[in-house]
């Protein structure tokens, strides 16, 4: 593929990279890496990306030799991931052995029961039962290792509740039912529950600035914020982790400021209009705009107040659900859209995800860089990345308008073929494609 000389006064550097397949013989080196998801990624998401690609690489469908052995590599990270207790070892230890001796090391949380149903006296003399479901606290207990490998990594754009909890704590087992309600309510709109034990990982515990058990506490992007409320209830939970959140994940959208929200994907974000007949932004759009902000900026229209009917109209929405516009390079017209009464989170993140790029957006960062140009080994076909190295001045605005037409035109899918651009101002040309190279076995061609 090439793309033409724009003009004669400034040279343009294209690259075409291509993703190469590799060929796994049943060894299970990274089983993340081979489904192609996070380390954070949901059951959901890693049984979605096993159907997709076990669709993909079915013996049936794909006659050659390496196909049988990629198929039963894929299966096999699968069956890794989607066993809790592997995966867990996985991720503290790295272990992938199904047969592993780690495995019949399991910790023994039968003393947990030592309350059992034995009615025991306090120093009044008074009798009380402690709550069994204390064993709730056990099952999503993690330790040091795995919280800070995947509840504060740096890449987690989740919302986490950690609950810190210790066996002999009385006041942890009276809260326990309005805790698993709220996990309950909570954990479908898409936060993150975990326990500590605050005696077993006391490292842990001291460092999220905790004192006391119970402790409920409420981790954004690696800051810990104390939930410090004497109740416990669903409401006041909501309210701290709206309180929370940063203030700039939604902007809020009239009909004065539509113009100048829509046509703001020069910062390198796509546009997002959530239209709610309500006042208070839903729960599961604030996170769902704080785990895509890097990528997405949200709007939140409010169809009640009165400022907004230009836009209404404009998108012809409808004023009685919720509605979920998705606007790429031209704000005239959304590119995807969703409108339902209470549009569910795995729906909405599954819209918003396959719709976090422009059509031609700019690698500015190591991350972004990954998602458009993924260099994934289990593709049976290949997939082409088309990037413009160019300088972020008015003077190459010509090239970066000609590649954009090109990719608004173009009648490849985006599975196939991405075009994306990047400013060599940071980096020389070399050094760029160098780390490019590096992590993709590009070939360039320059035209």
């Known amino acids: 593929m090439t793309i033409p000389v724009i003009n004669n006064h400034f040279k343009i550097t294209v690259l075409v990279l291509f993703a190469t397949s590799h060929i796994f013989v049943h060894a299970i080196n990274d089983p993340y890496t081979i489904l192609g998801v996070k380390n954070i990624a949901t059951t959901q998401e890693i049984r979605r990306a096993y159907k997709q690609l076990a669709k993909e690489w079915h013996p049936d469908k794909i006659h050659n030799d390496g196909?049988?052995?990629?198929?039963?590599?894929?299966?096999?990270?699968?069956?890794?991931?989607?066993?809790?207790?592997?995966?867990?070892?996985?991720?503290?230890?790295?272990?992938?052995?199904?047969?592993?001796?780690?495995?019949?090391?399991?910790?023994d949380y039968s003393g947990y029961n030592r309350f059992s149903i034995d009615r025991d006296e306090d120093t009044f003399g008074k009798r009380f039962v402690i709550d069994q479901n204390i064993v709730l606290y056990h099952k999503l207990s993690v330790t040091s290792n795995y919280f800070e490998k995947n509840i504060l990594s740096s890449g987690a754009k989740k919302v986490h509740l950690v609950m810190f909890y210790n066996d002999w704590c009385f006041k942890c087992t009276r809260i326990v039912s309005a805790?698993?309600?709220?996990?309950?309510?909570?954990?479908?709109?898409?936060?993150?529950?975990?326990?500590?034990?605050?005696?077993?990982?006391?490292?842990?515990?001291?460092?999220?600035?905790?004192?006391?058990?119970?402790?409920?506490?409420l981790i954004l992007e690696g800051r810990f914020f104390l939930y410090r409320e004497h109740t416990f209830t669903l409401k006041k939970i909501v309210d701290f982790i709206r309180k929370k959140l940063p203030l700039n994940i939604f902007q809020h959208i009239e009909n004065d400021n539509l113009n100048d929200f829509l046509g703001g994907w020069m910062d390198n974000r796509v546009r997002a209009l959530a239209f709610e007949p309500r006042n208070l932004i839903r729960l599961r759009y604030l996170l769902t705009a704080f785990e895509f902000h890097d990528r997405i900026a949200f709007g939140f229209v409010n169809m009640n107040n009165g400022r907004s009917n230009n836009i209404i109209d404009l998108f012809k929405v409808n004023t009685s659900l919720d509605t979920?516009?998705?606007?790429?390079?031209?704000?005239?017209?959304?590119?995807?859209?969703?409108?339902?009464?209470?549009?569910?989170?795995?729906?909405?993140?599954?819209?918003?995800?396959?719709?976090?790029?422009?059509?031609?957006?700019?690698?500015?960062?190591?991350?972004?860089?990954?998602?458009?140009?993924?260099?994934?080994?289990?593709?049976?076909?290949?997939?082409?990345?088309?990037?413009?190295?160019?300088?972020?001045?008015r003077r190459h605005d010509v090239a970066r308008v000609a590649l954009r037409d090109i990719a608004l035109k173009s009648n490849y899918s985006l599975e196939r073929v991405r075009f994306a651009y990047m400013f060599k101002d940071l980096e020389t040309v070399e050094q760029k494609f160098a780390h490019i190279q590096f992590l993709t076995k590009a070939q360039p061609i320059y035209q």
């Not at 196909?67 to 890794?80: G, P, Q, R």
């Not at 006391?202 to 006391?212: L, M, N, P, Y």
Request: hydrophobic content about 40%; charged content about 25%.
């Open 67 to 107: 196909a049988s052995e990629n198929f039963i590599t894929i299966k096999l990270a699968y069956e890794l991931l989607s066993d809790t207790d592997r995966r867990l070892l996985f991720d503290r230890h790295g272990i992938t052995d199904e047969d592993s001796h780690y495995l019949q090391k399991k910790y």
């Open 324 to 393: 979920v516009l998705i606007f790429n390079e031209d704000s005239k017209s959304y590119t995807a859209s969703v409108c339902m009464a209470e549009i569910p989170t795995q729906t909405l993140i599954d819209v918003v995800s396959a719709n976090q790029f422009l059509v031609l957006p700019r690698l500015s960062s190591q991350a972004i860089f990954e998602s458009v140009c993924p260099t994934e080994w289990s593709r049976p076909r290949k997939r082409l990345c088309v990037i413009l190295i160019t300088e972020n001045n």
């Open 179 to 217: 805790f698993k309600k709220i996990i309950d309510e909570l954990e479908p709109l898409g936060i993150n529950f975990a326990t500590v034990n605050a005696v077993h990982e006391e490292s842990t515990f001291r460092k999220t600035g905790a004192v006391q058990v119970p402790q409920l506490v």
